[in-house]
């Protein structure tokens, strides 16, 4: 079957919730992917950050077929061999004292929001049902009704209602919003360390420690998604290094797994994680021995890999790259580490044509909003390959 074929089945049976591209891929490897046709692409998404260790690693397959062979899934009704030693070793990387595996991001959102609820009903003593979170403006945390509820985005909302309540939506950027927002009933605040899907949002300079001070001073956890821009994505471990801030809740998802299989999991204290008692929570797949084996070896990648220090240095050569670009149509190019969004000005007419104009150079990236094309390759490319996107780039842009 060919790439029409293929397309025209999905559209006569699945349902209408995305918009792809009309690539249909059918084989990964590194930072390449083949569609159906056999013609190969650059992939410059990375799944939106879920495959910063490559498609298809060799290393995370052989630990996939591994455990496969032995057990996959045994529920959290009974134990397994994977889940402590998971759990061990992202405490020993990041410094927290307890782990909750989950699946999805959105899950381990869900997840952090009702720790935060219950630490601030059981330890912060907030009375029964009035606890609030605070949300930023273009936020974006997944797609449960929760959490399209707390979204700024009329698009992910609109028609899904009535939402939960207790999230009061402020400006992203200014920590005097949040000074403002800040009552004896805020638990926690939740935020991404720079916006992805709100475009490659990087907010100024001592911005997230202002927010840090702020949280300390109030008795406020400091909830931090970094399901997108964490696992070495912005050119550290993760994006809330750049300030040296210590979230109480660290959410991470995407490459967790690079790409193999849904991992997802919320970090935290003692004081807050412990507020779980037995019932209170829990995820028929979350930590199961397939994917709590695919999530080490996911990690040892990205630490042997120093795949964070790739991102740095060749964010840096690829944004230096594109700001030599004198385009009339690029209103900015913004970045942190591999983490890149060219921002074009309304008069381009939207990025979408553009990408489509990419995939047919063999390049392959998506628009985020209207105006901006996000760039995020897999974090084991190399310069060369940033060099031959680039001329693609330069070539699509004139
Ligand atoms: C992708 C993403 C999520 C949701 O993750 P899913 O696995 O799609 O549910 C949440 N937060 C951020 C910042 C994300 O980028």
């Known amino acids: 079957m060919n790439t029409r074929e293929f397309i025209s089945i999905e559209n006569l049976y699945g349902a209408f919730n995305y918009n792809p591209l009309n690539v249909v891929i059918t084989k990964g490897e590194g930072v390449w992917?083949?569609?159906?046709?056999?013609?190969?692409?650059?992939?410059f998404l990375s799944a939106y950050s879920a495959v910063n260790q490559g498609h298809c690693h060799p290393r995370l397959l052989e630990a996939l077929k591994k455990q496969a062979e032995k057990v996959t899934l045994t529920s959290r009704a009974f134990r397994n061999e994977q889940l402590p030693l998971l759990c061990r070793e992202l405490c020993q990387l990041t410094g927290y004292a307890r782990v909750l595996p989950m699946n999805s991001g959105a899950e381990a959102v869900e997840t952090?929001?009702?720790?935060a609820r219950k630490w601030g009903y059981t330890v912060k003593g907030v009375e029964n049902g009035k606890a609030e979170i605070i949300v930023f403006d273009n936020n974006f945390h997944g797609r449960t009704t929760t959490i399209v509820g707390f979204s700024s985005e009329q698009k992910y909302r609109e028609g899904f209602e009535p939402f939960t309540p207790g999230f009061r939506l402020v400006n992203y950027g200014d920590a005097d919003a949040v000074k403002a927002a800040v009552n004896s009933n805020t638990v926690a605040v939740i935020l991404e360390p720079v916006q992805g899907e709100g475009g490659i949002i990087i907010p100024p300079a001592g911005y997230l420690k202002q927010i840090e001070a702020l949280c300390r001073d109030n008795n406020v956890l400091l909830l931090v998604d970094?399901?997108?821009?964490?696992?070495g994505r912005c050119g550290k471990m993760f994006a809330f290094e750049y300030e040296n801030v210590r979230p109480d809740?660290?959410?991470?998802?995407?490459?967790?797994?690079g790409g193999f299989y849904p991992v997802s999991a919320?970090?935290?204290s003692d004081e807050v994680l412990?507020?779980?008692?037995?019932?209170?929570?829990?995820?028929?797949?979350g930590g199961n021995p397939l994917g709590c084996a695919v999530a080490?070896?996911?990690?040892?990648?990205?630490?042997?890999?120093?795949?964070?220090?790739?991102?740095?240095?060749?964010g840096k050569y690829f944004i230096g790259l594109l700001k030599t670009l004198q385009n009339p149509k690029i209103k900015e190019i913004r970045g942190l580490g591999l983490f890149i969004g060219v921002e074009l000005l309304p008069e381009?007419?939207?990025a979408r044509k553009y990408c489509e104009a990419l995939r047919e150079e063999g390049l392959l990236c998506k628009e985020t909003h209207t105006h901006i094309i996000r760039f995020a390759p897999p974090l084991v490319i190399k310069k060369e390959e940033l060099d031959w996107a680039f001329e693609r780039i330069r070539k699509v842009l004139e």
């Open 249 to 257: 809740v660290l959410i991470i998802g995407k490459a967790l797994s």
């Open 33 to 43: 992917v083949y569609d159906v046709e056999d013609k190969k692409y650059l992939d």
């Open 296 to 314: 080490r070896e996911a990690l040892r990648i990205i630490v042997d890999e120093k795949l964070p220090e790739k991102s740095a240095e060749l």
């Open 266 to 268: 919320v970090l935290a």
């Open 226 to 231: 970094e399901i997108q821009t964490g696992l």
């Open 274 to 285: 412990g507020v779980f008692r037995p019932g209170d929570h829990g995820s028929t797949f």
């Open 112 to 115: 952090a929001i009702k720790a």
């Open 348 to 350: 381009a007419g939207g």
